[in-house]
């Protein structure tokens, strides 16, 4: 955010608490069932959506502004490929999802920098992206082990 008020000096910060996240059990942001993934993956693409055609009046006007929130939400769209996974998409309704995502230019992922796991997550989500016959396999994979054995691990032990 401070990058966004860097490269726009008449924007202005306040401290205000305009928006609470309150962690719910049966919240769309935390419940892995299809149902809620395919809710949450919808109502990205609809936010992203609106952003994006905001952020477009500034691609001529204020590029670095533009250029820093694109970045930011590049930076935010691995989450997307986790709940593509959870929402068990057919092949077509997958390639739809991710079309929709390359009209608005938030696809293919471009931050490539960072650490090297960060560079690694980035490149295979970029493949799933680049070739969606690897979704049914990956979703396979991502849906039986690893959310039943490996993120497990990795939550009980801060990784």
């Not at 997958?94 to 230019?105: D, P, Q, T």
Request: hydrophobic share 35%; charged share 25%; glycine share 2%.
């Amino acid at each position: 955010m401070s990058e966004v008020l860097l490269s726009n000096p008449i924007v202005v910060s306040l401290a205000a608490r305009i928006y609470n996240y309150e962690i719910r059990d049966d919240s769309t942001s935390s419940t892995r069932s299809i149902g809620h993934s395919r809710r949450w993956v919808e109502d990205l693409l609809s936010t992203l959506s609106d952003i994006v055609s905001c952020l477009n009046n500034y691609q001529e006007t204020d590029s670095a502004l533009y250029e820093t929130c694109m970045k930011s939400i590049d930076g935010k769209m691995i989450a997307l490929s986790s709940r593509l996974m959870s929402a068990d998409y057919s092949l077509s309704e997958y390639k739809e999802k991710v079309e929709r995502c390359k009209k608005l230019g938030v696809l293919p992922l471009k931050n490539m920098t960072g650490s090297v796991k960060q560079r690694i997550v980035t490149s295979v989500t970029n493949t799933l992206y680049e070739y969606p016959s690897t979704y049914l396999f990956a979703k396979n994979f991502y849906n039986r082990l690893f959310i039943t054995y490996i993120k497990p691990y990795i939550n009980r032990n801060k990784l």
